[in-house]
């Protein structure tokens, strides 16, 4: 992979060199290295703007993590056999506050995976304008069909090392794919018994009962939406009325889905990793959430119990026509030829709720074609907010209402709308959100670097 290839721009001579190095340094993490030339595609204007930038090597720097911590987490199931998986913590760059970031639990996860989100974590934690570092862990451990001991006995394991690395002002982790609720709350009671402190603020994502959030649950799917909901109010258009997809069938999509719904949208479609479902009259929420959140069941059972829905197994969820798309899956599920069909078929907006879920290609396609696109360091950056205002509450030794914590949610995604605007203005190309959040990211985090001095 070289970047003239991948780009296809022209770039300042620090881009080029900073790229080279990471794939150099990174051969086999080809999600990092996607994640970096995300990001270092659009800088080279701040670059050429401000040369001190490529003077003091800051590309590179936040390249590379502060500290990439690897682990065994050695655990036995019921039967009594001893299972070793490994565990990851890459804690990327703190020059605004403490590592923030989620833990994923997934066989999928290794060093690449985890080193991409990490550093896509950077930029959308200086989107929300908080004090926050960007982090992030997790473990190739697949939590699905574990039960519920085996999965407390996993937790603590993987706490037992980690615990040593984390605190309130140092790196304060969260959840992801593979740990909700009920993982948080083993990691937590670990951590608790092991530093012998109350200390909320190490980790986010807690239960209501025990120092969580009101809207945690909701905030990331309810960020993306309201992202998107801006970015259409800008352009004359809003989401009521608009017909709606949305990949996915776990946390974020479906509160993308009940957050459009009650902005008036008419949202058609969901999926997993079998199929997908299409319902023509409009997604019947509860319906959905009894089957995908209650009962854990495949999206094909809202086909059965649904009259004039219907479930179409493998195939691409990005066939069905709609005037706003969603992506809230998982990375690189929107391609080239899914990008070129939606343009096709009239899509309007696209706003990323996974990490890093459409490929360099697809968003090439959706750049060129001026269709709105909200990227995931922006778009679902409500996740993280949330979780920033679960440490204030947690700091305040208070909790706040429903209507007080979506509100502040609401206040932040409209903020972070408006860097990226700014951003894009300020650079010449007004609507480009792309470019306007990874320049608006990467100046706020930049020059906390260079004024903290070479560290």
């Known amino acids: 992979m070289s970047f003239a290839d991948e780009a296809g721009r022209d770039h300042h001579p620090g881009v080029r060199s900073a790229f080279e190095h ?17 990001v270092l595609d659009d800088l080279s204007p701040a670059l050429t703007r401000h040369p001190e930038y490529a003077n003091q090597r800051i590309l590179e720097r936040l390249c590379e993590p502060e500290r990439q911590v690897i682990f065994r987490v050695p655990w036995r199931d019921d039967q009594g056999n001893v299972h070793v998986n490994r565990g990851f913590r890459v804690e990327f760059n703190s020059a605004l506050g403490p590592y923030k970031g989620g833990l994923r639990f997934h066989p999928s996860v290794n060093l690449g995976v985890i080193k991409f989100l990490g550093f896509e974590q950077i930029f959308k934690n200086a989107l929300t304008g908080m004090n926050i570092g960007g982090g992030k862990g997790g473990s190739d451990f697949d939590p699905k069909g574990r039960s519920e001991a085996e999965i407390e006995r996993f937790c603590q394991s993987f ?13 304060v982790p969260a959840g992801d794919i593979g740990v909700g609720g009920r993982e948080i709350g083993y990691l937590f009671g670990q951590y608790r018994r092991l530093a012998n402190r109350w200390e909320a603020g190490v ?24 992202f998107t909901q801006r970015m259409l109010e800008r352009s004359g258009r809003g989401l009521h009325g608009q017909r709606v997809v949305v990949s996915g069938s776990g946390n ?29 009259k409009g997604l019947d929420l509860d319906l959905l959430k009894q089957i995908k959140e209650v009962e854990r069941s495949r999206i094909s059972v809202y086909a059965d119990r649904r009259e004039g829905a219907h479930y179409v197994e493998g195939g691409s969820i990005w066939d069905v026509p709609c005037d706003v798309a969603l992506p809230s899956a998982t990375q690189n599920e929107l391609d080239e030829d ?14 990323e709720g996974a990490n890093m879920p459409t490929t360099p290609e697809a968003v090439r396609v959706l750049r060129e074609a001026k269709v709105l696109f909200g990227p995931g360091k922006a778009a679902n ?21 429903f209507e ?21 203005e300020r650079y010449g190309c007004p609507g480009d959100y792309v470019l306007g959040a990874n320049v608006a990211g990467f100046e706020r985090v930049a020059g906390a670097m260079l004024s903290q001095g070479l560290i």
């Open 381 to 401: 950056a409500g996740g993280v907010a949330t979780s920033v205002l679960e440490m204030r509450q947690n700091a305040r030794r208070t909790s706040w209402s």
């Open 159 to 171: 706490m037992t090392e980690l615990h040593r690395h984390l605190g309130e002002h140092t790196d």
């Open 203 to 226: 980790i986010t994502g807690k239960g209501l009962e025990w120092g969580g959030s009101r809207v945690r649950t909701e905030a990331t799917g309810y960020g993306s939406v309201l």
């Open 404 to 424: 007080h914590a979506e509100s502040e949610l609401a206040e932040t995604m409209a903020d972070i709308h408006d860097r990226c605007e700014e951003a894009a």
């Open 338 to 351: 899914a990008a070129r069909t939606l343009v096709r078929n009239g899509v309007v907006a696209v706003a």
């Open 22 to 38: 990471v794939v150099r340094r990174n051969p086999d993490e080809p999600e990092f290295q996607q994640a970096v030339l995300e």
């Open 252 to 280: 974020v999509a479906i509160y993308s889905v009940e957050k459009a719904q009650q902005l008036g949208a008419t949202v058609v479609a969901v999926s997993d990793s079998g199929g997908y479902v299409v319902d023509d």
